[in-house]
């Protein structure tokens, strides 16, 4: 394949958000363009350092005598996705730190009363990141099954919006599949 230019990109959000999540059960989007199920939830803005996917790939390398690499077992690959919500007082963005029973809503849904910390493991859910590259396309990673496995510091300070760096790990599907990337030209 030839050289493309086109192919070289940067992202951004999508106008409605970039990190959406659902209880687990349901309805996973299969391409890029459709509308999330009404289940899907946005976590609002988020910092613009964006979302970083990451990857531990474990390999362990066999040895023959003499120092050639003769095999390569491979152990996994452990994808994660990392981004620091903004919108700190966002009852979705604290249900999925802390937890849905340890959040309290008012009549509205949409204000934060109290949240409790507590030792609660957190659900397996599903989650969705939307991007739009710079050449026009629509990017969506579709994660069936993940949870937050990590929150890191939450400074408060009038320098800084509150917001801990969020860690989300997916879990294997029935397919052994992790995440599931979708793409489309946008407005087609």
């Known amino acids: 394949m030839a050289q493309?230019?086109?192919?070289?990109?940067?992202?951004?959000?999508?106008?409605?958000?970039c990190v959406?999540?659902?209880?687990?059960?349901?309805?996973?989007?299969?391409?890029?363009?459709?509308?999330?199920?009404?289940?899907?939830e946005g976590w609002g803005y988020i910092n613009d350092d964006g979302v970083d996917e990451g990857h531990?790939?474990?390999?362990?390398?066999?040895?023959?005598?003499?120092?050639?690499?003769?095999?390569?077992?491979?152990?996994?690959?452990?994808?994660?996705y990392e981004f620091t919500p903004l919108e700190y007082t966002n009852p979705v963005v604290q249900k999925n730190l802390f937890g849905d029973s340890n959040v309290t809503v008012g009549t509205d849904d949409t204000t934060l009363k109290s949240?409790?910390?507590?030792?609660?493991?957190h659900a397996a859910?599903?989650?969705?990141?939307?991007?739009?590259?710079s050449n026009g396309m629509i990017e969506r990673d579709v994660l069936p099954s993940a949870k937050v496995t990590g929150?890191?510091?939450?400074?408060?300070?009038?320098?800084?919006?509150?917001g801990p760096k969020?860690?989300?790990?997916?879990?294997?599907?029935a397919f052994g599949v992790k995440v599931y990337k979708y793409f489309a030209k946008a407005g087609e």
Do not use: C, M, Q, R
């Open 20 to 40: 959406w999540s659902a209880p687990e059960g349901t309805e996973l989007p299969t391409d890029a363009e459709a509308e999330l199920d009404a289940g899907f």
């Open 166 to 173: 969020v860690t989300v790990t997916p879990f294997p599907d």
């Open 125 to 133: 859910k599903p989650y969705v990141f939307e991007h739009v590259l």
């Open 4 to 17: 493309t230019a086109s192919n070289a990109v940067y992202s951004k959000p999508k106008a409605t958000g």
């Open 151 to 162: 929150i890191d510091t939450n400074t408060y300070s009038s320098g800084a919006a509150l």
């Open 56 to 80: 531990d790939f474990s390999a362990d390398s066999v040895k023959a005598y003499g120092g050639a690499t003769v095999l390569v077992i491979e152990g996994g690959d452990e994808v994660t």
């Open 115 to 121: 949240v409790k910390l507590t030792d609660d493991a």
